[in-house]
């Protein structure tokens, strides 16, 4: 019994080590391909990814159970979407293009919430909160003001939000992102961790590398 259980741990050590040998391989090969092709929209990343993931089309073979009851082509889709995705970490870690890439996309972002939540909203917001104070109608002022880089306002009106709602999700988002844009990269990062531990969504694990990143 004490073997089986040995060599059971040999091979998933051995699937695991294979994986991130070969996330490590394509990282740089992408980061080559998104450099060269002066990446600025997702659909680059998409392109070298498949252009290059099919050089281990062999070694990612070998990561297939043959004998699961899982289909051999779900464990395809889903090895290449955690393939994907850790190497969008590596990305965001390692290669200076998609790093400028990722964080130009969030500089955008709020270019698009400024067209959306102008300045002269804010009177009947705040009409509308006299009347009834909201936890929607807080988020909304708050994010005219973030928009707006009242980052002051913008912070008091998060940390209301979550006084009404501690799991407020959306509002520990923007204010870890709004730590961020004001550079206090410890709390936006402490933020960042605390919405991955409750949530466990993967696509906070960029946020958490961009920080990082950016605070050394």
Known sequence: ????????????????????????????????????????????????????????????????????????YKQGQELGKKIF??????????????????????????????????????????????ENKTIDLLWERANLYFANNDLIKAEIDYKECLTMNPNHVPSMFFLGWLYERKQNYNKALEIYQSIFDATKKQEIVLFIELVKRKSK
């Open 85 to 130: 995705f850790e190497m969008q970490q590596n990305l965001v870690k390692n290669c200076d293009a998609y790093f400028n890439y990722f964080d130009n996309l969030r500089a955008q972002s709020i270019l698009a919430m400024k067209k959306k939540y102008s300045q002269s909203k804010v009177q009947s917001i705040n009409v509308k909160l006299s």
């Open 1 to 72: 019994m004490k073997e089986n259980i040995t060599v059971l741990l040999f091979l998933v050590s051995i699937s695991i080590f294979g994986q991130q040998d070969i996330i490590e391989k394509i990282s740089q090969d992408v980061c080559i391909c998104f450099t060269e092709n002066k990446g600025d929209d997702t659909s680059i990343l998409e392109k070298c990814f498949t252009k290059h993931i099919d050089t281990y089309k062999t070694e990612l073979d070998k990561l297939i159970d043959k004998n699961s009851s899982v289909p051999e």
